[in-house]
């Protein structure tokens, strides 16, 4: 039986999360968008929203969910109709290249810019290092711009924009922000004569359009993109995704849409890059603070990166996290996020033409080599979460590679989970501006080692039985870089636990496998079990116009060593936070 619109209150049966919860405290009237969870028959579903004159806008079936528009007068029936699971907001995403550093000016001349061809270097790669052949990586942004540095490099587009679901059509980029994305990933340089050239410049990009010309989009645009990519991973070629793009946390992890379709598509075997989000900074006060993981970044399985500032060297022990880089831990699960860090400060690669930030942003213009702006400068956890896809690919082709040294098959190369694992082991320590060990919060395992890491991948056998040794050459914990040689941190922050890696090492255990169980407690260093008795403040109110509220773990309350110490106290209580 359904409850008929317009009747008496019926009792609640779907789960709400914190948004939708506020949407029913708004005066009728107002239409809110939403995503509807059911794991029944929708047929008689359908029929009682098309009964109430509500349109279906985008069913996402690899989920059971779809998205609709209604009432908020509306949502307590919504919430008591059989098959109803759960409804969660259908958030607008957003990328954000230029609020990541209010301070952006003009450039002031290419000696004022990080060049994108030291990136290889920074990242500890050489010129006979691999180049991501053969790897495919789907973009999931604003579209990517066929400009010369990308020329013959987009093998497939599709644009899920406008109501459009996935249609086949020629790149285009209105915004710019996925094509400066692309770039990092796999530009050639051709127009700067390699000067600005990507991570990986023979990998092959698949462009997915979800964000349009003002750079914003839906999460359920998102999801039917993420789907679109998991489902057509071997069609299209799909190894990495990436997604610089995020909104608030309204829910948990667990049963948050969009989350749910990344764990989908590393199950898969697709191995999912995400900018942990550019809010770490109070836009009033400027004070760095804590909790700000966008979603997805707060998906597990997915490698979540944060910003660092490289000050213009290749030796990385300068390398500060970008005040502007968004900390952990989750807002609502408390998940320790970000995974590591990644140069994404001042990066130059193509500018789509005619674009909304090439328009409005001249300043940021770069001239090539032609002495014409083709490029442009911009700075956020998006820039590094493009250049760690690149990183990903080079990865990838060296792991496929040594599979087929060892069978003489092609080989699929390591799962996500392995190179999250094998990355942070490798990861260079970060220290802030004082000398003072960044906490894993702010920069996770540490600054991403490329040269130690495509030693580890060279080095592992992915064909080996679980619980056989799986290094088939002796590892230095160190590398070398910009004539600097740094030890390893040989350290693991794992969703919600902290494995020390002694055994990393050793066996080829299946937590590095496709499916990894996450405890239900967070371990921190030796002392601190961290489970439901964090408190984080119900006053924290975070959408369109971004309010700090006065719980939220700001600046100095924030000390790390063999324990951790948030603000003055910590006590017992409900761990919900509402949005982040």
Do not use: C
Request: no cysteine; charged share 15%; glycine share 14%.
């Amino acid at each position: 039986m359904f409850a008929v619109k317009g009747g008496p209150p019926s009792p609640r049966k779907a789960r709400v999360d914190w948004q939708v919860e506020q949407f029913e405290q708004r005066p009728g009237g107002d239409t809110v968008h939403v995503l509807v969870t059911t794991s029944g028959d929708t047929k008689q579903l359908f029929g009682a929203l098309r009964s109430a004159g509500i349109r279906v806008r985008r069913e996402l079936r690899r989920s059971g969910s779809f998205a609709i528009d209604v009432n908020v007068s509306d949502l307590n029936w919504l919430e008591s109709l059989d098959g109803v699971d759960s409804i969660s907001v259908d958030a607008p995403v957003y990328s954000a290249p230029l609020s990541a550093e209010a301070s952006l000016t003009s450039l002031g001349g290419l000696g004022a810019v990080k060049k994108a061809s030291d990136l290889r270097a920074q990242l500890g790669l050489t010129d006979t290092d691999p180049m991501g052949k053969g790897i495919g990586v789907a973009v999931i942004d604003s579209g990517i711009a066929s400009v010369d540095d990308l020329a013959g490099k987009i093998s497939a587009f599709y644009d899920f924009t406008n109501g459009q679901n996935g249609a086949a059509v020629a790149p285009v980029d209105g915004y710019g922000h996925g094509t400066h994305v692309a770039g990092l990933v796999a530009g050639s340089g051709s127009r700067s004569n390699g000067q600005y050239s990507g991570v990986a410049p023979s990998a092959r990009l698949i462009g997915l359009r979800v964000l349009d010309n003002s750079g914003s989009g839906s999460t359920s645009d998102v999801i039917a993109a993420v789907q679109f990519a998991t489902a057509n991973k071997v069609a299209l070629g799909i190894d990495v995704m990436n997604l610089s793009l995020g909104h608030p946390s309204y829910e948990s992890a667990k049963t948050d849409p969009l989350v749910q379709a990344i764990e989908g598509a590393s199950r898969a075997g697709i191995v999912v890059v995400v900018s942990a989000g550019n809010v770490g900074v109070n836009p009033i006060t400027r004070q760095v603070g804590y909790g700000g993981i966008l979603v997805p970044g707060n998906a597990p399985s997915a490698l979540t990166i944060a910003s660092a500032k490289t000050q213009g060297t290749v030796n990385p022990t300068d390398d500060l996290i970008a005040n502007y880089s968004s900390r952990g831990p989750t807002w609502i699960d408390g998940y320790a996020k970000p995974d590591f860090a990644v140069p994404g400060q001042n990066l130059v690669a193509p500018a789509a033409p005619g674009s909304f930030l090439a328009v409005t942003y001249p300043t940021l213009l770069v001239r090539d080599a032609y002495n014409l702006p083709t490029y442009i400068a911009l700075s956020g956890t998006s820039m590094a979460a493009g250049v760690e896809s690149g990183l990903v690919a080079v990865l990838l082709e060296a792991t496929k590679a040594k599979v087929y040294s060892l069978t003489g098959l092609p080989g699929r190369g390591l799962s996500s989970n392995a190179i999250k694992a094998l990355s942070e082991y490798s990861a260079f320590t970060m220290r802030d501006a004082s000398g003072a060990v960044y906490d894993r919060l702010a920069a996770g395992a540490g600054r991403v080692n490329g040269g130690g890491l495509l030693g580890l991948v060279r080095s592992a056998n992915p064909t080996v039985p679980v619980g056989m040794p799986w290094l088939t050459n002796p590892i230095t914990t160190s590398t070398a870089i910009g004539g600097v040689t740094l030890p390893w941190s040989q350290n693991l922050v794992w969703g919600e636990n902290l494995v020390w890696g002694e055994n990393l090492v050793s066996t080829n255990n299946l937590v590095w496998g496709e499916n990894i169980a996450w405890g239900e407690n967070l371990v921190w260093g030796e002392n601190l079990v961290w489970g439901e008795n964090l408190v984080w403040g119900e006053s924290f109110v975070w959408g369109s116009n971004i309010v700090w509220g006065e719980n939220v773990v700001w600046g100095e309350n924030i000390v790390w060593g063999e324990n951790i110490v948030w603000g003055e106290s910590v006590a017992p209580g409900s761990t919900k936070g509402g949005a982040k």
